[in-house]
């Protein structure tokens, strides 16, 4: 099946910056993606999501932007903290709720 | 964890003796679904459940059986557990048939020798 993926496996910001996490999609039809963000030891934990009707979405110190025309995810994490520090996966959903495809994951590191 | 446990959280088998994970949720949602997480991989669906007794395959369905008697109870049964089913265990929850996000379990680490 199609499959979600990531461009960067990992990626470190200095504490204070912005983070910019990527992710492309090949399913033109998938509907509605989500951003999950994944401590060492713990489940995914949902940060933010958009539909396809919509091209940008903003949540406390996170956006997520949809750009559909060259099936891109990307999410903004403004001021990054020591406590966003983890593993970020996007997921799209291809059927209506029914079968999430994830992507394998970008770690975030924030340097003091 | 939005209501959801995982039991157990850890366990260690040997190759060829069967296994039962659990998912319990306290939230009465409809929808259930276990996942498999290996490194390099992501979250690999391996089966899921729209209802009591109402049950599909995933992506990676293989030598995996599940059972939902309950709306709160989603088992995920290794009929004779395999190496190659050494991974992490995630049961997540919904409980709308569209545009709706998934919560997630703490997880269960499971080892084959």
């Known amino acids: 099946g199609e499959s979600v993926g990531l461009h960067l496996p990992t990626l470190s910001v200095q504490e204070g910056d912005n983070s910019i996490i990527n992710c492309a999609y090949s399913n033109s039809a998938s509907d509605y993606f989500i951003w999950y963000k994944q401590e060492s030891g713990k489940g995914p934990q949902f940060i933010i999501d958009i539909r396809s009707n919509m091209d940008k979405r903003q949540g406390q110190r996170v956006t997520v932007l949809l750009n559909k025309t060259v099936k891109h995810l990307s999410l903004q994490i403004a001021a990054t903290q020591p406590g966003d520090s983890a593993v970020y996966f996007c997921a799209e959903d291809e059927n209506y709720g029914q079968n999430f495809v994830f992507g394998p994951g970008t770690r975030l590191s924030v340097l003091p | 964890d939005a209501g959801i446990t995982q039991s157990p959280r850890h366990k260690v088998t040997e190759t060829g003796t069967p296994v039962t994970l659990r998912c319990h949720q306290t939230e009465n949602h409809r929808y259930m679904y276990w996942y498999r997480q290996d490194p390099g991989h992501g979250l690999r669906l391996i089966h899921y459940?729209?209802?009591?007794?109402?049950?599909d395959k995933g992506e990676v369905s293989d030598g995996y059986s599940v059972s939902r008697s309950k709306t709160e109870d989603f088992l995920l049964t290794l009929e004779s557990a395999t190496s190659s089913q050494t991974s992490v265990y995630f049961c997540?929850?919904?409980?709308?048939?569209?545009?709706?996000?998934?919560?997630f379990g703490p997880g269960t680490r499971l080892t084959v020798l």
């Open positions: 997540a929850i919904s409980d709308r048939d569209s545009y709706n996000e998934q919560f």
């Open positions: 459940s729209y209802g009591v007794k109402d049950t």
